[in-house]
């Protein structure tokens, strides 16, 4: 079954660290490049990142650079986000996405061919 399955979601405090995970099954994520989406019910859905398929290229958002990290490991077919310094305005339903490459990510949804089933994180005290 060719899918992504998202993991590392949770409650935690604000200020805390949470490393969410992305894995690929049924197809290799070597040539696929992933980007990260987020959610609030009732609220537009917002991407903050990319990383490419071999992971020398990064793109994140204001609203997360320098507390986000994204990174891949091809050989376990699983991309990671490392989230620092979390915040209550980050808690959503956290999505990953591939798609051939980086450009344009934020715009061209059509492009994204498999999706996660999303995992919460929660940040309050």
């Known amino acids: 079954q060719v899918q992504l399955v998202e993991s590392g979601g949770g409650l935690l405090q604000p200020g805390g660290s949470l490393r969410l995970s992305c894995a690929a099954s049924g197809f290799s994520l070597d040539y696929y490049a992933i980007a990260w989406f987020r959610q609030v019910p009732g609220k537009e859905g917002e991407g903050f990142g990319c990383?490419?398929?071999?992971?020398?290229?990064?793109y994140y958002t204001e609203s997360v650079k320098g507390r986000f990290t994204m990174s891949r490991d091809n050989a376990k077919n699983t991309v990671y986000l490392q989230m620092n310094s979390l915040k209550p305005e980050d808690t959503a339903v956290y999505y990953c996405a591939s798609r051939s490459w980086c450009l344009n990510w934020e715009k061209n949804i059509y492009e994204y061919n498999y999706w996660g089933q999303g995992t919460q994180v929660t940040v309050s005290s």
């Open positions: 990383i490419s398929s071999r992971g020398g290229t990064t």
